[in-house]
DNA sequence: CGGTGATGTGATCGCCGATCACATCAACCC
DNA sequence: GGGTTGATGTGATCGGCGATCACATCACCG
């Protein structure tokens, strides 16, 4: 009945990846309200009832969404970081919010997971490596005397808090979002003050 | 049929108004998601086509909804900000941090709908007084030099996005919130640095 | 007192999430 | 190689929901 030349194993083929692609691409388009098991099914070309041989629930189908949209968020920001050599913390909000802009949707669901108290442990994992990395470039700041030696904890929560805040409301259209960059520098400058270590004070 | 001694006015009374109060009880208890038409009629004992009498669909519902929770919102904030006569700017943080914690399904409601784009005129007029109200403070300090004279609506903007990125960490549970008056008080001192104005800098 | 329009009802439609018995196919064992 | 077994996909089905419609009811107005 179907034409499968490769080797795919099962019936289908890996149906659980194919799904979360679909579910992802319908996240993008129309919100993770839209994503019903159903429309994903109709996507994948296999009975509604098809998904939940892979998934107990709906949540779980959104769990697995976000769960790559999440891995895919937290590299997008450390390769910005990478790559930008200095200027760490400008280059992380800037991602974040840039990334938060280009997936709305996404930004939503990671918001809601990652914050949110039902962390998956892949979740949670990704979560602490990635906090854990943010945490270290704050302690190398202040240890350059870049950055006050407050407790670092508290200064990536605040900074976090910031940057996340600006981002939604970038997202929610309650702020211009063409002029983002231009906004979250002049904010960091305003704040940036405040955080400084006594390296960079005039 | 129905016992209605009292002098109502229609066949039911006002049902818009019943109904509303059935579904902000019904987000309270179970969030925005769990606001189903039918289920808000059931609690109003009424049939589950009686609602689209007056709301022409669901969305019309929570949004009606949503305005009386965003002027409760503003409310409290409002009155927080004249009970505390110094110090506004942190009792108005307070404020809007413990509301967001006493009702967080409130609080995801009015953040996408009065962040967001489609604001109703209600909510668009409410909003705009509310945001000139801070505005007016934050000139206010400035005239007596307790803030930096920079642009006050960048400062209300990065304020505003610290104070909602802090709220939403903690109604998400990411942040412990039986210690959020401790650590908004460390947040602002920090960033405060950099707002503060000259007569307020040691 | 009769009409008229606003309000509430019951039936109905299509979509969704979820479950079940059943079909199908790969893999494994003998 | 043939049979068994378990994982995977199907179709039917259930209850709940949003929404619409014809119909019933009732307040109000002339």
Same mark, same amino acid.
């Given at each position: 009945?179907?034409? !499968?030349?490769?080797? !795919?194993?099962?019936?289908?083929?890996?149906?659980?990846?194919?799904?979360?692609?679909?579910?992802?691409?319908?996240?993008?388009?129309?919100?993770? &309200?839209?994503?019903?098991?159903?429309?994903?099914?109709?996507?994948?070309?296999?009975?509604?009832?098809?998904?939940?041989?892979?998934?107990?629930?709906?949540?779980?189908?959104?769990?697995?969404?976000?769960?790559?949209?999440?891995?895919?968020?937290?590299?997008?920001?450390? #390769? #910005?970081?990478?790559?930008?050599?200095?200027?760490?913390?400008?280059? =992380?909000?800037?991602?974040?919010?840039?990334?938060?802009?280009?997936?709305?949707? !996404?930004?939503?669901?990671?918001?809601?997971?990652?914050?949110?108290?039902?962390?998956?442990?892949?979740?949670?994992?990704?979560?602490?490596?990635?906090?854990?990395?943010?945490?270290?470039?704050?302690?190398?700041?202040?240890?350059?005397? &870049?950055?006050?030696?407050?407790?670092?904890?508290?200064? /990536?929560?605040?900074?976090?808090?910031?940057?996340?805040?600006?981002?939604?409301?970038?997202?929610?259209?309650?702020?211009?979002?063409?002029?983002?960059?231009?906004?979250?520098?002049?904010?960091?400058? =305003?704040?940036?003050?405040?955080?400084?270590?006594?390296?960079? /004070?005039?």
């Amino acid at each position: 009945m179907n034409s !499968r030349p490769g080797g !795919r194993p099962y019936h289908h083929g890996s149906l659980p990846e194919t799904l979360v692609t679909h579910a992802v691409a319908l996240l993008d388009e129309a919100g993770a &309200e839209a994503v019903a098991v159903r429309e994903v099914a109709r996507r994948a070309g296999v009975a509604p009832s098809a998904p939940f041989r892979h998934f107990p629930d709906r949540a779980a189908l959104l769990a697995a969404v976000t769960e790559a949209v999440a891995v895919d968020f937290s590299e997008r920001q450390l #390769a #910005a970081v990478t790559s930008a050599g200095a200027l760490p913390f400008k280059a =992380l909000g800037t991602a974040f919010v840039d990334y938060a802009l280009a997936h709305p949707h !996404r930004f939503a669901l990671v918001r809601g997971a990652v914050f949110g108290g039902a962390r998956t442990p892949a979740l949670e994992a990704g979560h602490r490596d990635f906090t854990g990395r943010v945490t270290e470039l704050i302690v190398a700041a202040q240890e350059r005397g &870049e950055l006050r030696r407050d407790d670092p904890e508290l200064i /990536r929560v605040a900074a976090q808090a910031l940057v996340y805040g600006l981002s939604q409301m970038f997202v929610d259209g309650y702020l211009d979002a063409s002029r983002a960059e231009a906004l979250i520098d002049r904010v960091l400058d =305003l704040f940036g003050l405040g955080v400084l270590g006594e390296a960079c /004070r005039e």
